[in-house]
């Protein structure tokens, strides 16, 4: 059975995964998230990620938003060796080092810091905004009083991997909109498997079901195959 690490932004609360976790689990997997939300650095953040991945026993991660940056770390240090970006950072397949954050957005949250630490995530932008990637205004209103204020030396941080970190790794892209569009570029030039669901950045939030299928279809089929054929074998109304 598949021990599956859902991988939260350093930037969002890791309530914000739960539906997808909860449902995983619904779909026979093994599953946990980690959301390393009080870390100042890229470095922290990488360890943290990579000790939930050990301490889990993961074999697979899913990888939201700017956890993405941190997938060859993950794989380097782990088990894990199949991945799901799902409206992620893809960290350049060629190595080297980058910003964790890219330059024009990292630009703009330094602008809105106040004492060294930046607007929670949900402030980043106008509330009627924010507000549409949520399901309900209920949700939006749990996940902004829980969301971090993080460190702005976060920003700063640069990570590195080797050329090839993804050679072992077997990886797929899942897209909820635009957002990332050059990275599910990147995912589809590498010859992963990309699939778009119109769903908006949070799109595990408003509708964790189908991005849990996404996932099951193009990392996981045999464990999907396995789910549709325990599912029609169950008598209605058991």
């Given at each position: 059975?598949?021990r599956v690490l859902?991988?939260?932004?350093?930037?969002?609360?890791?309530?914000?995964?739960?539906?997808?976790?909860?449902?995983?689990?619904?779909?026979?997997?093994?599953?946990?998230?980690?959301?390393?939300?009080?870390?100042?650095?890229?470095?922290?953040?990488?360890?943290?990620?990579?000790?939930?991945?050990?301490?889990?026993?993961?074999?697979?991660?899913?990888?939201?938003?700017?956890?993405?940056?941190?997938?060859?770390?993950?794989?380097?240090g782990?088990?894990?060796?199949?991945?799901?970006?799902?409206?992620a950072m893809?960290?350049?397949?060629?190595g080297?080092?980058?910003?964790?954050?890219?330059?024009?957005?990292?630009?703009?949250?330094?602008?809105?810091?106040?004492?060294?630490v930046?607007?929670?995530?949900?402030?980043?932008?106008?509330?009627?905004?924010?507000?549409?990637?949520?399901?309900?205004h209920?949700?939006?209103a749990r996940v902004?009083?829980?969301?971090?204020?993080?460190?702005?030396?976060y920003?700063?941080?640069?990570?590195?991997?080797?050329?090839?970190?993804?050679?072992?790794?077997?990886?797929?892209?899942?897209?909820?909109?635009?957002t990332?569009a050059?990275?599910?570029?990147?995912?589809?030039?590498?010859?992963w498997?990309?699939?778009?669901?119109?769903?908006g950045?949070?799109?595990?939030l408003q509708?964790?079901?189908?991005?849990?299928?996404?996932?099951?279809?193009?990392?996981?089929?045999?464990?999907?195959?396995?789910?549709?054929?325990?599912?029609?074998?169950?008598?209605?109304?058991a």
């Open positions: 059975m598949a859902v991988m939260g932004s350093v930037f969002l609360p890791g309530i914000v995964m739960d539906p997808l976790v909860c449902v995983l689990r619904e779909r026979g997997m093994t599953a946990e998230r980690v959301a390393p939300t009080q870390v100042t650095t890229a470095a922290r953040a990488a360890q943290a990620y990579v000790a939930a991945a050990r301490r889990f026993g993961a074999t697979t991660a899913i990888a939201h938003s700017n956890a993405g940056n941190f997938v060859p770390a993950v794989g380097a782990s088990s894990v060796r199949r991945v799901a970006f799902i409206d893809v960290p350049p397949l060629t080297g080092t980058w910003s964790v954050v890219p330059g024009q957005m990292r630009e703009s949250l330094v602008q809105r810091a106040a004492h060294g930046l607007p929670p995530w949900t402030q980043w932008w106008q509330e009627e905004d924010v507000v549409a990637l949520f399901p309900n209920e949700t939006y902004d009083a829980s969301t971090p204020s993080v460190d702005t030396s920003l700063s941080s640069r990570i590195s991997a080797p050329a090839g970190w993804s050679a072992d790794l077997d990886c797929s892209y899942v897209a909820f909109g635009q990332y050059d990275a599910a570029d990147l995912a589809a030039s590498a010859g498997p990309v699939q778009m669901l119109d769903l950045h949070l799109g595990m509708n964790p079901e189908m991005v849990a299928d996404a996932v099951l279809t193009s990392l996981l089929p045999k464990a999907r195959q396995r789910h549709s054929a325990q599912r029609e074998a169950t008598p209605s109304g």
